[in-house]
Antibody, heavy 123, light 110 residues
């Protein structure tokens, strides 16, 4: 079964750091671009970051650029999101998502989603 | 990276058809055939319903269809069923490896 499972969420103080993980199974993880998408409580989906299949290229939403770092370990079938200098407005459920097509896939949609992990930034 | 514009809510009776619009700019919706639509039930992860403007993933009923004209994409749901009630989000590639979502539309089946 194709599956993504996020972990690492929790309560953190403003200015703090947190690292999210996303464990992939049931498909050739190293062949797919991966993304992080977040959703603040009661709000809509917001794209956060993307990484290509070998980890050599990344991109970020302006709201997290310079604070968040996406990475992956293809040997461990795991995607990461390192979040630093956290703010109250970063409070959200964070989803990892796989794209539809393997290989080079600019613009591709997100067909497999994890269940999400909640990050709360509060003092 | 401004959010795409969707109506806050739409509604329809069982068996009817509804259309949800998603308006962007020539830099996102109008510039690429990479519009996708997601259905999200409360407390659940989003589910891909349409990608590349009008393609349906395996398992998605053909009652769901997508289209695009200029800077506006649309999702049409025909033969509304009670289980279609959910939030729907559009998403577009915006170039330079950046994606943008719409604000979401709540579909109510009357």
């Amino acid at each position: 079964e194709v599956q993504l499972v996020e972990s690492g969420g929790g309560l953190v103080q403003p200015g703090g750091s947190l690292r999210l993980s996303c464990a992939a199974s049931g498909f050739t993880f190293s062949s797919y671009w991966m993304h992080w998408v977040r959703q603040a409580p009661g709000k809509g989906l917001v794209w956060v970051s993307r990484i290509n299949s070998d980890g050599s290229s990344t991109s970020y939403a302006d709201s997290v650029k310079g604070r968040f770092t996406i990475s992956r370990d293809n040997a461990k079938n795991t995607l990461y999101l390192q979040m630093n200098s956290l703010r109250a407005e970063d409070t959200a459920v964070y989803y990892c998502a796989r794209v539809v097509n393997s290989g080079y896939s600019p613009g591709d949609a997100f067909d497999i989603w994890g269940q999400g992990t909640m990050v709360t930034v509060s003092s | 990276q401004s959010a795409l514009t969707q109506p806050r809510s739409v509604s329809g009776s069982p068996g009817q058809s509804v259309t949800i619009s998603c308006t962007g700019t020539s830099s996102d919706v109008g510039g690429y055939n990479y519009v996708s639509w997601y259905q999200q039930h409360p407390g659940k992860a989003p589910k891909l319903m349409i990608y590349d403007v009008s393609k349906r993933p395996s398992g998605v009923p053909d009652r769901f269809s997508g289209s695009k004209s200029g800077n506006t994409a649309s999702l049409t749901i025909s033969g509304l069923q009670a289980e279609d009630e959910a939030d729907f989000y559009c998403c577009s590639y915006a170039g330079s490896y950046v994606w943008v979502f719409g604000g979401g539309t709540k579909l109510t089946v009357l």
